[in-house]
Nanobody
Framework: VQLQASGGGLVQAGDSLRLSCEVSGLSFSTKAMGWFRQAPGKEREFVSSISASGGSTSDARLVLGRFTISRDNGKNMVYLQMNKLAPEDTAVYYC?????????????????WGRGTQVTVSS
């Protein structure tokens, strides 16, 4: 199983970024997917998740209204559209795949993890 996240970079506050995660080696359309992030010196935290069908999503309070998770089951891809980025969003962002089809907000709900992509937001 491989999860390859991409799309991170250095942006200014207020800018947007779209993260992508390409998944291979599992039955993608049957797995819930999630995005997590880890800032320097902090624990990894939940960002957003999406059910296997894409019909249900969950978002962390801190990103509500700014970040949107989506998926394309035909392409084995999951995305995180991030708008109105703030310096507090600076972190390494990880995509993760669950064993199940329903969204989870805890990292223990996810079995497979990608390496992460760095997002840096300058003020």
């Amino acid at each position: 199983v491989q999860l390859q996240a991409s799309g991170g970079g250095l942006v200014q506050a207020g800018d947007s970024l779209r993260l992508s995660c390409e998944v291979s080696g599992l039955s993608f359309s049957t797995k819930a997917m999630g995005w997590f992030r880890q800032a320097p010196g902090k624990e990894r935290e939940f960002v957003s998740s999406i059910s296997a069908s894409g019909g249900s999503t969950s978002d962390a309070r801190l990103v509500l209204g700014r970040f949107t998770i989506s998926r394309d089951n035909g392409k084995n891809m999951v995305y995180l559209q991030m708008n109105k980025l703030a310096p507090e969003d600076t972190a390494v962002y990880y995509c993760a795949a669950s064993e199940g089809s329903f969204t989870g907000v805890d990292e223990h709900d996810y079995t497979f993890w990608g390496r992460g992509t760095q997002v840096t937001v300058s003020s």
